[in-house]
């Protein structure tokens, strides 16, 4: 069955630092990866994809299928990153798999 | 034109009573999608309609929930005999069509709060 985790249920970061949000899926097949993000106030909304292979506000995340893992990275969190993170599994499906979401504070 | 838009924003019922959640998608998307976001729960994909093939009702949680599509266009949700943990906040979104090169674009969603 697909599956997608995120084992963090919160990540807290100091402005500038690193961050890392962890998301590993199983899927046997090629599988498409997203991130959605939820900041306060305001509906769900796609941060990016893998196969864009972009960059967004900052934000990379490279699938590793050795891993199977998709993390969100980026090298100096700001405060207004501060949000719910979802990372999200399309396995030749129509419909998305979501992970249960991590929550960032990044602290001035 | 505006984005997927829901009704009611917010839903207090009585443990027992039947509710209905109603989705707008965007003007020309094919596909709809509802999903329960619950606390430490994340976000659970319900059902999903696409043109006009069968939905995909394979996350219903139990017989108490349904929806329908009218027209290829609005959805209603409907639970039957609400129980509390009901509670949580129903998301409905579209995308122009279900091919999962789509950005799928999410209403604010309906909170409904089971007492």
């Known amino acids: 069955a697909q599956r997608v985790t995120q084992p963090e249920k919160l990540l807290s970061v100091f402005k500038g630092a690193p961050v890392e949000l962890k998301c590993n899926y199983s899927y046997s097949g090629s599988p498409e990866l997203f991130w959605y993000v939820q900041y306060s106030r305001q509906r769900l909304q796609l941060l990016l994809r893998?196969?864009s292979r972009e960059s967004i506000k900052g934000f990379t995340a490279d699938l590793n299928k050795g891993e199977t893992s998709f993390h969100l990275k980026k090298p100096f969190a700001q405060e207004e990153d501060s949000a719910m993170y979802y990372c999200?599994?399309?396995?030749?499906?129509?419909?998305?798999?979501f992970g249960t979401g991590t929550r960032l504070q990044v602290f001035p | 034109g505006a984005g997927v838009s829901q009704s009611p924003s917010n839903k207090v019922t009585e443990k027992g009573k039947d509710v209905e959640l109603r989705c707008d998608p965007i003007?020309?998307?094919?596909?709809l999608y509802w999903y329960r976001q619950s606390l430490g729960q994340g976000l659970e994909f319900l059902i999903y309609?696409?043109?006009?093939?069968?939905?995909?009702k394979s996350g219903l949680p139990s017989d108490r929930f349904s929806a329908e599509r009218t027209g290829g266009s609005v959805s209603t949700l409907t639970i039957q005999r609400t129980q509390q943990e009901d509670s949580a906040v129903y998301l409905c979104?579209?995308?122009?069509?279900?091919?999962?090169?789509?950005?799928?674009?999410f209403g604010e969603g309906s909170w409904l709060t089971v007492v």
């Open positions: 999200a599994l399309s396995a030749n499906t129509d419909k998305l798999i």
């Open positions: 893998h196969i």
């Open positions: 979104a579209s995308s122009l069509t279900g091919d999962s090169g789509n950005t799928i674009y």
């Open positions: 003007s020309g998307h094919t596909a």
């Open positions: 309609f696409q043109g006009n093939s069968a939905p995909d």
